[in-house]
């Protein structure tokens, strides 16, 4: 009844090209982006660091890989291996220059990200689908052994592992061991909230829609005029920034410290199921997949023993554990079923019922 | 000069130097090479009739072994364990058409693709439930599997066969060769490929989808359970093993998704490419190349040929 379209008149262009549309749409937005930035304040140290930050660092990586795969229609394995990239450099950046602010060097680390995503799309133009798959398999083996193998990249660190140095942001220190949560997580929301807004306006135009041409069928788009070897590299580039940024923050924003195995085959299947189920081509899609498979498990660990205590079930730990993997698998079956399109379609046809409830004829 | 010498040309002289090692090397790279195939063999057979890419086949393999050792630990004896193991595989194909498939009919591949991960988190869930998460031995005597090794003098020098990797090439190419005459003599193999042709023109002729999943997730699953097998005797049974699915993968490409011979002589140019590669560049490099050697290999093939070596040829049109 609140949410309507009735009334809400456009009278210039720019108003009908908006975003959001819906004047309630803008105010739900702006009262999500303040509870986002309230919980900083109110919630636990447990919510910020384990929930809320790794959160939105998986979002922020299933963007870009939404981006590539959801867009641009070029399925990526290598998700994982371009994280590491961008975490690798903003370490080298980070310990070589220590006088430049750290937020700077954890944008430009994407750019390293971005130059080696390119190079690992080149075959894209002539290999597709499930093929295309193995090209980034081989980004994605082949760049973890260079983490391994290559010591200067961790300054010949004995552990080989990535730490954290002290860095402060206005005299706060934002990296390290000493960061509070609060502030960690602060930063990660806003380059988050800002990446997201540069990516929605990305798709949104002239890049954009390239993308989509190419994905839906690019031997089309070609005869169109796109440039198809342009328009794939350029995708896998922002994609890979993107990664980068989100491994970076991932490595010293979240974990503090990682070692090469943080960046394995497994972190790239999950983003791409992040974005699967998520909705492939929706950027809230992205957030709603992050929520599913990385929330959905804590959740369920909390959840599960509260639930089985009535019965007088008292299970082990493990068993929980065994339990969660079977549940997320069952759920992930289950949304698929119900919704193949993704998590994002579910919102959609859930706020088209809303404009016409309590009334739908 | 010096670097140019150590990749082009010392690696052949050591190779000409010492024709026993590279004997060896061959015969471990056709050995796994064999297991590869073993195991893109149960990628493709899915692949061929559903169009699905199964990423649940390697978590098959694992629970197929689980099944079979678990059962043989709770007294079952080992032939028994074996048949049951494999009547539990029949059972998740009825599973897997009866729940995933049949309500995803019609979808685009990546979301079949995105249920089968769904697929093995369950069987993930599942296996370490029922059987628990620690590494389990393979039941080697039991099931009259060859042990030992004999070593040969062969061209100058002592070279090591195992009696399990010579019973494991026997065995994986028995059952290639009986699912290649099952796909190309019998009537269900004719439907099978009717199907991989185009389901709409299989559907119209009367042939049921449903049962040839059904029947293509059961090979896949006995070929898991063979592949379980022979993978377990040589590295136990665990979780871990379902890695080596991700090293079918290339197989699968180089071979072509659609292919029978391209699976097996995927396996065989994977196989035989890393443990050579490994042995004799992996040196200059730092060692433990294998694990991205196989996926270069595959993408050098995928820049000549994009469809795979085997694969069908892509026509694109408008």
């Known amino acids: 009844m609140l949410y309507r379209e009735a009334g809400q008149f456009k009278s210039t262009y720019a108003s009908d090209m908006v975003v959001f549309r819906l004047k309630e749409d803008r105010a739900g937005l702006a009262v999500i982006i303040l509870m986002a930035y309230a919980l900083a304040f109110m919630g636990s140290d447990f919510l910020l660091q384990a929930v809320l930050i790794p959160f939105l660092v998986f979002a922020l990586a299933a963007i870009g890989l939404n981006l590539l795969t959801g867009y641009a229609g070029q399925l990526s394995l290598g998700t994982g291996a371009f994280m590491g990239v961008g975490a690798y450099a903003c370490y080298k950046l980070m310990t070589a220059f220590p006088d430049i602010n750290v937020i700077v060097w954890i944008l430009v680390s994407g750019f390293f990200s971005a130059a080696v995503g390119t190079l690992f799309g080149l075959p894209s133009l002539r290999i597709k689908g499930f093929y295309l798959a193995v090209a980034t398999l081989a980004a994605q083996f082949f760049l973890q052994w260079c983490f391994i193998r290559i010591p200067w990249l961790v300054n010949y660190n004995v552990s080989g592992a990535l730490d954290a140095p002290l860095r402060t942001l206005f005299g706060v220190p934002v990296v390290g061991a000493t960061a509070t949560p609060q502030t960690r997580y602060i930063v990660v929301l806003t380059l988050v909230i800002v990446l997201t807004w540069v990516a929605s306006n990305l798709v949104r135009g002239r890049i954009g829609r390239m993308w989509i041409a190419v994905r839906d069928m690019d031997l089309a788009a070609e005869l169109m005029g796109i440039r198809l070897l342009q328009t794939k590299l350029l995708a896998f580039a922002v994609s890979s920034y993107y990664c980068g940024v989100a491994g970076a923050l991932m490595v010293f924003l979240w974990y503090g410290g990682a070692e090469y195995d943080v960046f394995n085959i497994n972190q790239s299947f999950f983003i791409l199921f992040m974005v699967i189920i998520g909705g492939l081509g929706s950027l809230i899609g992205s957030f709603f997949g992050a929520a599913l498979i990385f929330i959905m498990p804590i959740l369920l660990g909390i959840v599960l023993p509260i639930m089985l205590a009535p019965f007088g079930i008292a299970i082990g730990a493990e068993t929980i554990e065994h339990l969660r993997f079977m549940i997320v698998g069952a759920l992930i079956i289950f949304f698929l079923i119900v919704e193949p399109h993704g998590l994002a379609r579910l919102w959609q046809i859930g706020k088209q019922k809303l404009l016409v409830w309590p009334f739908p004829y | ?318």
């Open chain 2, 1 to 318: 000069m010096d670097v140019l010498y150590k990749v082009l040309i010392e690696p052949f002289v050591f190779m000409g130097e010492a024709p026993d090692l590279l004997l060896q090397t061959l015969w471990e790279g056709l050995v796994s090479g064999v297991l590869y195939a073993l195991i893109a063999l149960g990628f493709v057979l899915i692949f061929k009739a559903s169009g699905v890419f199964n990423f649940a086949q390697g978590i098959m393999v694992v629970f197929a072994a689980l099944t079979l050792v678990g059962l043989y630990e709770k007294g079952v004896p080992a032939l028994l364990a074996l048949v049951l193991a494999g009547a539990v595989m029949l059972l998740l194909a009825f599973a897997v058409e009866r729940i995933i498939l049949r309500p995803l009919v019609n979808q685009p591949d990546i979301i079949l693709f995105m249920a089968t991960f769904g697929l093995t988190y369950l069987l993930i869930g599942l296996g370490e439930l029922i059987f628990g998460g620690s590494p389990k031995e393979m039941i080697t005597g039991a099931l009259y599997l060859p042990q030992g090794t004999t070593e040969l003098t062969l061209l100058g020098g002592p070279v090591r066969f195992q009696h399990l990797d010579i019973a494991a090439a026997i065995i994986a190419s028995i059952i290639i060769a009986i699912l290649a005459v099952f796909f190309s003599k019998t009537r269900i193999g004719r439907a099978l490929r009717a199907v991989a042709d185009s389901h709409k023109a299989a559907l119209s002729v009367g042939i049921s989808l449903n049962q040839i999943w059904v029947i293509v997730w059961f090979a896949a699953g006995i070929v898991a359970l063979v592949a379980g097998i022979m993978w377990g005797a040589r590295s136990g049974v665990s979780f871990s093993l379902q890695i080596i699915a991700l090293k079918a993968l290339p197989v699968l490409i180089l071979g072509g998704f659609t292919s029978i011979p391209g699976a097996i002589i995927g396996g065989l140019i994977v196989g035989i490419g890393e443990k050579i590669g490994e042995f004799y560049w992996g040196p200059l490099l730092g060692g433990g190349i294998d694990t991205w050697l196989a996926y270069v290999i595959a993408l050098l093939f995928l820049l000549y040929r994009p469809q795979g070596l085997f694969g069908e040829r892509i026509i694109e049109r408008i």
